[in-house]
């Protein structure tokens, strides 16, 4: 089902790209260490504080099979849900898992676009794409592309929205 948006002819629809595969890695590492560590960190307390056993282990236990199913099964759900598009009009996003986000900013309306790569995505060669616009709902974010995508896509919308300014905010720089 595809919304348009009246002002700018823009069509919601389903963005064409996938994210790089190798996210699938980096999201279930992500979830390893998000679950992982707490559950660590609650077994080895009930291991020193034997009065404490109970009260520890049971949420370390459900911390780590929240860990261990996590990363096996949210990755390749996240895989096949994300996506996104860059055209010469506009930038296309979806994204999340249980609350899923599907977003189409003109490029019109771009403010700011900006890379960027955490230590985890640098070892997976990843990174993220965040598009500020004139928008309360916040910047459009593709994550997980690879590397130098990311990087080709941050010159091109860039290039793309200064061509498509309006004519106020080209008099203002």
């Known amino acids: 089902m595809s919304t348009q948006v009246p002002s700018q002819g823009l069509a919601l629809r389903p963005p064409q790209h996938q994210v790089d595969p190798r996210c ?72 999340g ?12 309306r771009v403010q700011t676009v900006d890379t960027e790569r955490g230590p985890l995505q640098r070892m997976f060669g990843l990174a993220t794409v965040t598009v500020t616009t004139a928008s309360a709902k916040g910047p459009v974010r593709i ?13 091109r919308l860039t290039a793309l929205a200064q061509r498509q300014a309006p004519a106020d905010a080209a008099d203002a720089t």
């Open 97 to 108: 898992w249980l609350w899923q986000e599907w977003r189409a900013a003109p490029l019109s």
């Open 24 to 95: 699938r890695r980096w999201w279930a590492v992500q979830i390893l260490l998000s679950f992982g560590i707490p559950a660590v960190a609650l077994v080895a307390s009930g291991v020193f504080f034997a009065n404490l056993r109970v009260w520890v282990w049971v949420p370390g236990g459900v911390a780590a099979a929240a860990a261990i199913g996590g990363s096996l099964l949210a990755p390749a759900v996240l895989f096949r849900i994300h996506r996104w598009e860059v055209t010469d009009v506009a930038i296309y996003a979806r994204s």
């Open 143 to 155: 994550e997980a592309l690879d590397a130098l995508l990311a990087e080709d896509i941050a010159h």
